[in-house]
């Protein structure tokens, strides 16, 4: 770490010293990871407001609720079990971030094949999560009959809540691949070693770019441990 | 913008990584247990909760690295969503009042 950062206090006095400095108030905080958790706290608030609505709807309803066990069950080997796909979907995604995390730390440590081969796989976990929802939503419309304003299990507002939360959440994962595949092919070419200036932004970037991409990726996991929790098990 | 302090910055050996991954499984496996042997009512969402819970701090803490940032930010961070729970409060008595009506009107009144 840097070495004037490292006498600052620590603890509730270190904060009300970085907060009364008069300088930058989030030390040893690149201006780039602040701002992508403020704009991740943003989205929690979003998100939040989805799974809260999602909470009323279904307190508030007089017809039942379907019973998420059954409807994204999976017929395998001639055995119905229950949330097959999801739990799947699951364990896709975290190991996702498994793998992220991992990328975070060669990066850090300026191992850039090993970084960029990480970030590959964590693409790769990602695409793969999409194209089982994709799988999801394609049995549920054609198969189940379900739409955003009915559907064949009970309460009408399950199809909207289904595909508002699950899709909102699947465009968050869709634009995570995308960057990450950009992140993954500026890492294998070394532009955060080289200096070299981005396409879209042209200012030089380094490491800490992938921490930040990191931050992103691991929030689009925690949002599904929510989604997971309220949507499909509660 | 100029990076004044080219910091050397320490990382973790990849283990704690590993460890808290396979903790993810391990809470994720139990989350679906609870679905597939079908536990019901409070101990089915005490258990939901407790793992959604354990997952997210896992998550927040180590792959975010939130527990080596500076309290700062993480005040920052983490008190505008106690928020949430007043939300949550709110919309509970909303839904309660709703589905009261809804019974009177809809259910009794037809």
Known sequence: MDHVTDKLPKGFSGLTHDLGSDQTAFK??????????????????????????????????????????????????????PLLLIAIMTFVLITSSGTMAIAVKFGYEKKRKLCAWFLLLTALGGLTFVGMQAFEWTKLIFHEGIRPWSNPF????????????????????????????????????????????????????????IEIMGLYWHFVD????????????? | MAQENKQEVTTHKIGIYLWIWGLLFVFSFFSYMVD??????????????????????????????????????????????SFILVFIGIMVAESEYTFFTRLIYFVVGS
């Open chain 1, 28 to 81: 040893k905080v690149p201006w780039g990871k602040a701002m992508m958790w403020i704009f991740l706290l943003s989205d929690t608030f979003i998100f939040s407001c989805f799974l809260i609505s999602l909470m009323t709807a279904r307190a508030s309803t007089t017809v039942e609720w379907p019973n998420a066990s059954e409807v994204f069950g999976l017929h395998v080997f001639g055995v119905e079990v």
């Open chain 1, 154 to 209: 009970g309460a009408a507002q399950f199809g909207s809540f289904f595909f508002m939360v699950t899709g909102f959440h699947g465009t968050h994962v869709s634009i995570g691949v995308i960057f990450l595949f950009i992140m993954a092919r500026k890492t294998w070419r070394g532009d955060f070693d080289a200096g070299r200036r981005g396409f879209f932004t042209s200012m030089k970037s380094n490491y800490e770019a």
């Open chain 1, 222 to 234: 925690l949002v599904w441990v929510f989604i997971f929790a309220f949507f499909y098990l509660w």
């Open chain 2, 36 to 81: 597939y042997l079908n536990f019901e009512g409070l101990l089915r969402w005490t258990l939901i909760v407790a793992f959604m819970f354990s997952k997210a701090a896992l998550i927040m803490a180590i792959f975010m690295h939130l527990y080596w940032e500076r309290w700062a930010i993480v005040n920052v961070l983490l008190w505008p969503m």
